[in-house]
Nanobody, 123 residues
């Protein structure tokens, strides 16, 4: 079991960049696949990016491909989401989540979630 805490959100202008971090506490972070999700007001929680326990099997939502990069540092128990060329439609609360071994797109497959960090992109 891991506990997850996101950070790095904020207000940024369209075209700008942010880097989100998700710090994990607890044992065996390196055995977990990780995912990033986002939820805008009144909408469902959507998949953004995922990464496997060893940094492989990276997957992105079509809407963020070429702009966002997921990575992890198992020595620091942290997963990152580098977000470049941000758009107004990227505005949402961003969550990280953990599940054994491989990250996947379905939120229901994840057992551990962070509290979220707000990202607001202004025009």
């Amino acid at each position: 079991q891991v506990q997850l805490v996101e950070s790095g959100g904020g207000l940024v202008q369209a075209g700008g960049s942010l880097r989100l971090s998700c710090a994990a506490s607890g044992r065996s972070f390196s055995l977990y696949g990780m995912g990033w999700f986002r939820q805008a007001p009144g909408k469902e929680r959507d998949f953004v990016a995922a990464i496997a326990w060893n940094g492989g099997s990276i997957d992105y939502a079509d809407s963020v491909k070429g702009r966002f990069t997921i990575s992890r540092d198992n020595a620091k128990n942290t997963v990152y989401l580098q977000m470049n060329n941000l758009k107004v439609e990227d505005t949402a609360v961003y969550y990280c989540a953990a599940r054994p071994w491989v990250g996947v797109q379905a939120p229901r497959e994840y057992g551990e979630w962070g509290q979220g960090t707000q990202v607001t992109v202004s025009s």
